[in-house]
């Protein structure tokens, strides 16, 4: 077995056997408010096809798929809400119960779907799995290794054992050096979805709200740095649980589609002209 391996072996897996029956609300909150600045504005990236459909149907149905999953809030943006409702509509995905706005940055957009959720008088112990739109590929394991997760934690994040030896560093004015090297198999990916009991999540983001430089990249982020006695479980992610950031992850999400999917070679080689004249088109800007 690989140091990876080994390192992935020790995140918590799926229950082995039949899953515990489920007694609490189990609400998927899928992130789709993203402006794609690293990708192509003007081509809402959750709206582009990977294997014929859309990235943010693959991941509407990644929960919809789950059978412990209750609920779905899906969170949007202007440029892309009239499409998203639509596409809801045509597939006819059954557990989505509202489609919400959501805000500048990706926790105002999670702090938006909590406020809902809040307003809706979902239960405090409730289950929300907050996840990445633009994750299409997220496995079943990861949603359900998720869930049994906050059966012990209130806090769970999938992730992935870096292969790579991470550096922290330090900035030093215009350049950066080395502070620490954490041992390898120490350090893992973050992915999605990351996952919390309902009370746990909004307490978070309740202390959070009160400190003006709040801006974190992930709700792991947020319980780790505002409930720091609070343990955030490892869940066994996947390399194929990629996040799709730039035109360039387009070619890999559609290999990693076709292993899913079968292979569809009109429609990849139509991703393929479409990811180069994005990339062309950003060049020109
Ligand atoms: N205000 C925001 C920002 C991000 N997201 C979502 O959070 C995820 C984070 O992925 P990321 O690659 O950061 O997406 P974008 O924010 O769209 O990309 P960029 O940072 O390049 O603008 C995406 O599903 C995105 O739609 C969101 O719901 N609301
Ligand atoms: C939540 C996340 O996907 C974990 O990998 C990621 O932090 C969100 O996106 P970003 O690329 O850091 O903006």
């Given at each position: 077995?690989?140091e990876?391996?080994r ?10 056997g ?8 189990v609400?998927?909150v ?58 809801i ?8 119960r ?9 926790v ?22 907050i ?10 394991s ?7 997760a906050?059966d012990?934690?209130q806090?769970a994040t ?8 991470v ?22 990916r973050?992915?999605t ?8 999540i909004?307490k ?13 990249t992930?709700?792991t ?32 999400a559609?290999?990693i589609a ?12 139509r ?6 004249l ?8």
């Amino acid at each position: 077995m690989t140091e990876n391996e080994r390192a992935n072996e020790t995140a918590m897996n799926t229950t082995v056997g039949e899953p515990k029956p489920q007694t609490v609300p189990v609400v998927a909150v899928v992130l789709a408010a993203g402006f794609g600045t690293r990708f192509d504005p003007e081509n809402p990236k959750q709206l582009v096809s990977v294997g014929g459909k859309p990235i943010v149907c693959w991941s509407i149905e990644a929960f919809e798929r789950c059978a412990r999953v209750s609920d779905i809030v899906v969170v949007v943006n202007s440029k892309v809400r009239e499409e998203v409702e639509s596409l809801i509509d045509q597939q006819g995905y059954g557990k989505v119960r509202v489609v919400i706005d959501g805000g500048a940055e990706r926790v105002d957009s999670t702090a938006a779907a909590l406020d809902t959720l809040a307003q809706a008088g979902i239960p405090d112990d409730a289950k929300i799995l907050i996840h990445d739109a633009v994750r299409p590929f997220v496995a079943q394991s990861a949603i359900d290794g998720s869930i049994d997760a906050l059966d012990q934690f209130q806090a769970a994040t999938v992730a992935y054992a870096s292969t790579d030896t991470v550096l922290l560093t330090q900035d030093l004015g215009d350049l950066k050096v080395v502070k620490s090297v954490p041992d390898r198999p120490n350090t893992f990916r973050a992915q999605t979805p990351q996952s919390f009991r309902f009370a746990t999540i909004r307490k978070a983001y309740e202390l959070a709200a009160e400190d003006p430089d709040f801006h974190p990249t992930d709700d792991t982020r947020v319980v780790v740095d505002y409930l720091p006695d609070v343990p955030v479980a490892i869940v066994s992610g996947a390399e194929t649980n990629l996040k799709i950031t730039t035109v360039e992850d387009i070619p890999t999400a559609e290999r990693i589609a076709e292993q899913l999917e079968g292979f569809n070679p009109k429609e990849a080689a139509r991703a393929r002209m479409h990811a180069l004249l994005a990339q062309a088109a950003g060049q020109m800007r």
